[in-house]
């Protein structure tokens, strides 16, 4: 069997294994959802009131067989009601997807186009001044965390300038990509930092690596201009690491990056699922974790597809 008819055979019981820990997690936060969704209101209910909206939510039986259903109807397609919008799970997601997998696309995009070129020229000016800089960025940018990052952004913008960056109602790109970019570059900016100075580091000790090698060295006791060794026969193979550390960051962006949505008020699948988890939507935070794990599991499978796109020495069958 080789190795991606096994990681094709493995995502089901994976994503059993989330279901079945999301599922219990949920339930163990103190408070129901009747209560959390209604607040004070939720006191004036009468017993026949509360019974009927608990079986109106599927949450009146036990957790076994709220598990059942909820399971078989995930198989179906529906991953059940959200208390807190007052309509399908799946509905809500793929609302809030777009704005998520956007802001993670435009993060990488800005992380490589400043980490890959920093880390570049920090190896080929190993120890030097230069490269002592580079590296002393990279290390205030993955020590900056992200929502300290954005409140900084937001007041230097505010105090020095006198603008603030683009808030209200989310514009999608489809409507008026001016307004969606107003809106997503300041937050693509504060994820893409961090992001940008771990591709920093990470590139400039896989290129340390490759330059070493004896091919590099023949390269240029053959009289290869240093750029061409540097970017077509040093960097191709220096990119994997890299390329891992994508494949987890992106993951991880596509789970929403809450701390930067909720700052700059950004209705990604991030904020949706702390606001569902506040307000003990089980249907909403058991589809919405289910969702995002199914796209990591999907990313580091096209990450190891590109392991042997950039090294065909790589098989899948060998892994």
Same mark, same amino acid.
């Given at each position: 069997?080789?190795?991606?008819?096994?990681?094709?055979?493995?995502?089901?019981?994976?994503?059993?294994?989330?279901?079945?820990?999301?599922?219990?997690?949920?339930?163990?936060?103190?408070?129901?959802?009747?209560?959390?969704?209604?607040?004070?209101?939720?006191?004036?209910?009468?017993?026949?009131?509360?019974?009927?909206?608990?079986?109106?939510?599927?949450?009146?039986?036990?957790?076994?067989?709220?598990?059942?259903?909820?399971?078989?109807?995930?198989?179906?397609?529906?991953?059940?009601?959200?208390?807190?919008?007052?309509?399908?799970?799946?509905?809500?997601?793929?609302?809030?997807?777009?704005?998520?997998?956007?802001?993670?696309?435009?993060?990488?995009?800005?992380?490589?186009?400043?980490?890959?070129?920093?880390?570049?020229?920090?190896?080929?000016?190993?120890?030097?001044?230069?490269?002592?800089?580079?590296?002393?960025?990279?290390?205030?940018?993955?020590?900056?965390?992200?929502?300290?990052?954005?409140?900084?952004?937001?007041?230097?913008?505010?105090?020095?300038?006198?603008?603030?960056?683009?808030?209200?109602?989310?514009?999608?790109?489809?409507?008026?990509?001016?307004?969606?970019?107003?809106?997503?570059?300041?937050?693509?900016?504060?994820?893409?930092?961090?992001?940008?100075? &771990? %591709?920093?580091? +990470?590139?400039?000790?896989? !290129?340390?690596?490759? $330059?070493?090698? #004896?091919?590099?060295?023949? @390269?240029?006791?053959?009289?290869?201009?240093?750029?061409?060794?540097?970017?077509?026969?040093?960097?191709?193979?220096?990119?994997?690491?890299?390329?891992?550390?994508?494949?987890?960051?992106?993951?991880?962006?596509?789970?929403?990056?809450?701390?930067?949505?909720?700052?700059?008020?950004?209705?990604?699948?991030?904020?949706?699922?702390?606001?569902?988890?506040?307000?003990?939507?089980?249907?909403?935070?058991?589809? &919405? %974790?289910?969702? +995002?794990?199914?796209?990591? !599991?999907?990313?580091? $499978?096209?990450? #190891?597809?590109?392991?042997? @796109?950039?090294?065909?020495?790589?098989?899948?069958?060998?892994?």
């Amino acid at each position: 069997m080789s190795y991606l008819t096994r990681r094709l055979v493995t995502f089901p019981l994976v994503m059993v294994g989330v279901s079945i820990l999301v599922f219990v997690s949920i339930r163990m936060v103190p408070g129901d959802s009747i209560t959390a969704m209604l607040g004070t209101e939720a006191g004036l209910l009468t017993p026949q009131q509360r019974q009927a909206l608990a079986e109106y939510f599927g949450i009146d039986r036990g957790w076994l067989a709220q598990y059942w259903h909820w399971l078989t109807g995930v198989l179906q397609g529906d991953m059940g009601l959200s208390v807190t919008y007052g309509k399908p799970v799946l509905d809500v997601i793929l609302e809030r997807f777009p704005l998520t997998l956007q802001l993670a696309l435009m993060s990488m995009v800005v992380a490589l186009a400043v980490g890959l070129p920093a880390g570049v020229y920090a190896a080929t000016r190993n120890e030097r001044p230069s490269d002592l800089i580079v590296r002393i960025v990279a290390m205030i940018g993955q020590s900056t965390p992200s929502f300290v990052l954005g409140l900084l952004i937001i007041y230097v913008l505010s105090a020095g300038f006198g603008i603030l960056p683009t808030m209200g109602e989310y514009v999608p790109i489809w409507v008026d990509p001016l307004a969606n970019l107003g809106q997503l570059i300041f937050p693509s900016l504060t994820l893409g930092f961090a992001f940008a100075a &771990a %591709v920093t580091r +990470i590139s400039r000790s896989a !290129m340390l690596d490759v $330059l070493g090698d #004896d091919y590099v060295r023949t @390269a240029r006791s053959k009289g290869v201009p240093a750029r061409k060794v540097i970017w077509r026969h040093a960097l191709p193979n220096a990119l994997i690491p890299v390329v891992t550390l994508c494949g987890v960051e992106f993951g991880y962006l596509l789970g929403g990056a809450v701390l930067v949505e909720q700052i700059y008020a950004l209705p990604g699948l991030g904020r949706m699922v702390l606001e569902a988890i506040l307000q003990r939507d089980y249907a909403m935070v058991q589809g &919405a %974790v289910l969702f +995002i794990a199914f796209n990591f !599991m999907i990313v580091n $499978l096209l990450v #190891d597809l590109a392991y042997v @796109a950039l090294d065909p020495r790589i098989r899948m069958e060998e892994r």
